[in-house]
């Protein structure tokens, strides 16, 4: 008989990659919560709220036209016009059809534009905390992830000195998320033009610029894309944005980006031999999103903002924890540095972010996502992204469990 107990063999590519941190908390809450204990999750990346009626009739209404076959590899015309209209109205850019891509989600945009541009060995920096994505998507298609230190006194943003010490003859990218996962932190026009003025010294290196939160914003903030801030360099970014956060459409996969026609060409080749075109339903309910009434994008973000200050305050007020106050997204990335050497009632020694988050989950139930999970400690990121009475719930569990730490000195 033929031994069916072949051993498999992974390609060495995915030799330092696994399922992300964020999932293997997300499964043991899950086992906990199945065991019969009131764990709350403030792990999640993605809006509380229902996509908007509009769009799920939008979609209904195309499934019954019949555009349910293959679409144009990367975007039908009329969702492509729908992104070059949001350019228009959001950002004051004028962009083409062989200018724009769509793609399913924006995790795939940035997966194309790094399988498109990136040979062994080319580096992309990388601001630190980061999306982890990004990191091990540099790491598949074969380049080296460049990742520099950002912490809460630099307000998690890249400064003009560590770009140039960071830039080799073998950059290809800067990659910047504004505002960011996981920090919250925004740049303003003022804090991209030092970069910038680096950047057109180095015209060997692209800046893809992840906007993806760009509508998540608080207390006035105005988001700009440093594309718009001077000619050159539009010339060489990528702007990477979708549906999925702004629209509460994490589900759809659409995501999109505009750059310059060669880049987004290169990119079509990647999306051709792999996916095809993006779902064609879901691009349908995209353009409504696009299109459509945009109101109800500021009430939710009012909600949000309500919630960001509810677990700020809360995070403050606990001894050994501060916490920045972000400009957008929805997630609080919290310092735990005044917990580090801290004693638990039982004798464990908190010596980091992840044994921290880790005591929390089993001992106050709440699940939060250590900073070295995006490449920054001691931090641990708070996504609110949930409802209120959950957040006053975890809040006040964090705060109690907290006070039974024993702090040093
Ligand atoms: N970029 C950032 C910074 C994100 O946090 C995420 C999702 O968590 C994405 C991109 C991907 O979004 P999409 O659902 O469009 O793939």
Request: with cysteine; charged share 20%.
């Amino acid at each position: 008989m033929t031994d069916v107990s072949v051993p498999f063999r992974k390609a060495s590519r995915l030799a330092t990659q696994s399922v992300s941190e964020i999932l293997r908390i997300g499964a043991r809450a899950a086992e906990m919560r199945k065991a019969g204990l009131p764990v709350i999750v403030l792990g999640a990346g993605e809006p509380d709220f229902d996509t908007p009626p509009n769009v799920v009739e939008a979609a209904y209404a195309a499934m019954k036209a019949g555009e349910t076959k293959y679409t144009a590899l990367d975007g039908t015309p009329a969702l492509k016009a729908a992104i070059i209209a949001k350019f228009r109205r959001d950002n004051g850019l004028e962009f083409t059809a062989r200018e724009v891509t769509v793609c399913a989600g924006a995790k795939q945009v940035i997966f194309n534009a790094l399988m498109a541009t990136l040979d062994p060995g080319d580096e992309v920096i990388i601001p630190t905390p980061y999306w982890t994505t990004y990191s091990a998507m540099v790491d598949i298609a074969g380049g080296r992830a460049i990742t520099i230190p950002c912490g809460a006194e630099a307000g998690f943003r890249l400064t003009a000195e560590q770009l140039e010490a960071a830039i080799t003859p073998k950059t290809r990218w800067l990659m910047l998320n504004s505002p960011s996962n996981p920090s919250g932190a925004a740049y303003r026009p003022e804090d991209y033009q030092p970069l910038l003025e680096v950047l057109e010294r180095h015209p060997q290196v692209w800046l893809m610029s992840d906007e993806i939160y760009e509508h998540i914003v608080y207390d006035g903030f105005r988001p700009v894309t440093p594309a718009a801030l001077a000619p050159w360099v539009r010339a060489r970014t990528l702007i990477v944005n979708g549906v999925s956060k702004a629209y509460a459409m994490t589900g759809w996969r659409i995501g999109y980006g505009a750059g310059p026609a060669e880049l987004i060409a290169a990119m079509a080749v990647v999306q051709s031999q792999s996916t095809s075109n993006p779902c064609s339903i879901a691009q349908a309910a995209a353009v409504e999103a696009l299109n459509g009434p945009q109101d109800y994008i500021a009430e939710r973000t009012e909600s949000f903002r309500e919630r960001r200050d509810l677990v700020v305050d809360a995070l403050n007020a606990v001894p050994g924890i501060t916490c920045r106050r972000p400009e957008g997204a929805f997630y609080a990335f919290a310092s735990c540095a005044g917990l580090i050497g801290a004693h638990t009632p039982d004798g464990q020694v908190i010596d980091s972010d992840r044994a921290l988050c880790s005591w929390l989950l089993e001992t106050a139930h709440v699940a939060m996502v250590p900073g070295a999970a995006f490449g920054l400690s001691p931090y641990f990121r708070v996504s609110y992204a949930t409802s209120k009475a959950d957040l006053t719930e975890a809040m006040a569990r964090v705060t109690a469990a907290c006070a039974t730490l024993v702090r040093q000195g």
